[in-house]
């Protein structure tokens, strides 16, 4: 037996009502009509209200309303309360959706995530982003995060960020320590320093602690902010940490904020010790460290390196010759300048290191 129902809109005496005709098909030949008239009124029309008043009044009806508007009405009502700026209405009615098994399209709460960043709601930013980690079926996109973080840039108050990131902490999710280093690598984005710090400092006392993809990301953060001296008190912390192996991104990402500085010296330093751990050089790690020590002077040790590059096969980029170079005429050493020089003209740019290189030994440091 095969069910159908039509949606119907009757006249009556100073409004309307809506009305269910279901026909129920027995054979060819028997066709038979009912007719139902429940919540008959609860959904009339006064004339006073619009098509979204008595679309809100559907909704929140009880179990006839799933039958009388589908996911594209509730969708279009979603959407509108977003684009007019009433993001409360928004998330009250997917909530009430959610309760009776109904569940729109992601793209809706990435919509409603955006406008909450755009007014700086930072309750239903994390509300809105904790459900889209609950419905997503897929790991969220950057601009997910991007929008979370953009909600606290013009407060200090962290209260609900906190209890977000606590709860994903404490949950089953398996990607939960990613969830967390992305959203670290979103503030750091929207140049949050001081919330990634906080992150990271809470995160030593939730269940779900920061990993080296953590503390390599709050490092390259701090870097490029140029806090050098945070830099090295996160490294100690690092050693400190038992559950924590520094590696060679680890070391690159120091050395690298120690030349852009102008800490020569520490970049020797923390390079002998990356050797002495075991650790091999790459790439990175040799052009700040042999561009440091030729602007310090030391362009003995400075040749020594780049020899020891190339016998290793790792080709030298153009920046490590001209550095080279230019250290070599500020030392007087002009014999050698011109012909590393030369070495550098006689060179194939396919035995040239180039920005793609580069590239290849910085994805580990993102997950």
């Given amino acids: 037996m095969t069910k159908w129902s039509m949606v119907k809109r009757i006249p009556i005496y100073g409004g309307s009502f809506i009305s269910m005709k279901h026909m129920v098909l027995a054979s060819t030949a028997d066709l038979s009509w009912s007719y139902t008239f429940s919540a008959m009124h609860s959904l009339i029309n006064t004339g006073e209200e619009d098509e ?83 419905s997503a079926c897929n790991p969220l996109t950057s601009d997910c995060y991007l929008n979370l973080a953009r909600a606290f840039i013009n407060t200090d108050d962290c209260t609900h960020l906190s209890s977000l990131l606590k709860e994903v902490s404490e949950s089953s999710l398996p990607c939960r320590l990613i969830v967390i280093n992305r959203t670290i690598l979103a503030f750091a984005e929207s140049r949050q320093v001081n919330k990634v710090l906080m992150i990271l400092d809470q995160m030593r006392e ?131 300048a011109l012909q590393i020089s030369d070495e550098l003209k006689n060179t194939s740019s396919v035995d040239l290191a180039g920005p793609q290189d580069f590239k290849k030994h910085l994805r580990p440091h993102r997950r």
């Fill in 206 to 336: 939730w269940e779900c602690k920061p990993d080296v993809i953590t503390y390599n990301s709050v490092l390259d953060i701090l870097g490029r902010a140029g806090l050098v001296n945070e830099m090295l008190a996160l490294l100690s912390t690092m050693k400190e940490d038992c559950d924590v192996s520094l590696n060679i991104i680890t070391y690159n990402t120091v050395l690298n904020g120690m030349r852009k500085a102008c800490r020569f010296g520490m970049c020797l330093v923390l390079y002998n010790e990356m050797v002495q751990c075991g650790i091999e050089p790459d790439l990175l790690s040799y052009t700040a460290v042999i561009d440091s020590l030729g602007r310090s002077g030391n362009v003995k040790e400075s040749l020594r390196l780049f020899e020891e590059m190339k016998q290793r096969q790792i080709r030298p980029s153009v920046y490590v010759y001209r550095a080279l170079i230019d250290s070599l005429k500020k030392s007087g050493n002009f014999l050698r």
């Fill in 52 to 134: 979204e008043d008595l679309l809100k009044k559907t909704v929140n009806h009880s179990e006839s309303s799933s039958k009388i508007i589908n996911k594209i009405d509730y969708t279009n009502l979603v959407e509108k309360y977003t684009r007019d700026g009433n993001l409360s209405a928004a998330y009250d009615l997917l909530q009430s959706l959610q309760e009776k098994n109904i569940c729109l399209p992601i793209p809706v709460f990435k919509n409603l995530l955006a406008a909450a960043g755009e007014q700086n709601d930072t309750k239903l930013s994390c509300r809105t982003f904790r459900e889209l980690l609950v």
